[in-house]
């Protein structure tokens, strides 16, 4: 940890990671989201091994959902990115993928919220535009937030953009990501190592950091020489 002016400045992973200033948001593992990526099996056990570490180590969790408007409230901005994603030339033909209930909003089965976890609905693609995430992180101390989920290239790349603005550190778990298009994702993640606000890094060294965190808290203390 450097320090410049009482301002501590996490520059490793194990610091980064620590779980009492570190917080993880599941991005978007919705239903709806997972049917139209490549190999969400992978991926949801992916995300599933990555939340299982979080827990053990008492890390924070926050998930979030993607959600659909009604047609009546989709203002211009709406239709036109519906009509992006599903191909129409006309908004009279998008239909609203996401709905509040629908089968498709929903959370995969595999991977449930505890009661001591929050789900946070949204309607952008950051998940802190228009929600408290950034509120609660902060009112908790947490500085860094680590992202899994889907789609980077969609949702996850602006979040992260996003939680750097706002001062977080991100941390994106690579392959506990999904993507819609395999050389978009590819873009995003070389565009955020070009950059440097974010750090990249993958399921074992997320788990082996939160391992060896856990350990350091559990340990015995060396008792006095007699």
């Known amino acids: 940890m450097k320090t410049f002016k009482d301002v501590q400045i996490a520059t490793t992973l194990d610091e980064l990671l620590d779980p009492r200033r570190a917080a993880l948001v599941v991005y978007d593992m919705q239903v709806g989201v997972c049917r139209q990526i490549r190999d969400s099996a ?24 993607h959600m659909s408007l009604p047609k009546e409230l989709m203002g211009a901005m709406a239709l036109r ?3 992006a994603w599903q191909r129409q030339d006309a908004p009279e033909a998008v239909t609203p993928w996401f709905l509040r209930d629908s089968e498709a909003f929903r959370l995969v089965p595999e991977l449930v ?28 101390a947490v500085s860094s937030v680590v992202f899994a989920g889907v789609a980077l290239e969609i949702g996850i790349e602006p979040s992260v953009r996003h939680a750097a603005d706002l001062g977080f550190t991100p941390v994106v778990i690579a392959d506990a990501c999904g993507w819609g298009d395999q050389a978009a994702a590819d873009r995003s993640l070389a565009a955020m190592r070009f950059t440097g606000d974010a750090v990249i890094t993958d399921i074992g060294s997320f788990g082996g950091c939160l391992a060896l965190a856990r350990s350091a808290t559990t340990a015995p203390s060396t008792p006095p020489p007699a």
């Open 42 to 65: 992978a991926v949801i056990d992916g995300v599933g091994q990555v939340l299982a570490a979080a827990r053990r180590a008492g890390m924070r969790v926050i998930f979030t959902r």
């Open 81 to 83: 990115t519906a009509m």
């Open 113 to 140: 919220p505890r009661a001591s976890e929050l789900v946070l609905d949204k309607i952008t693609m950051s998940a802190f535009e228009g929600t408290p995430l950034s509120i609660i992180l902060r009112d908790c």
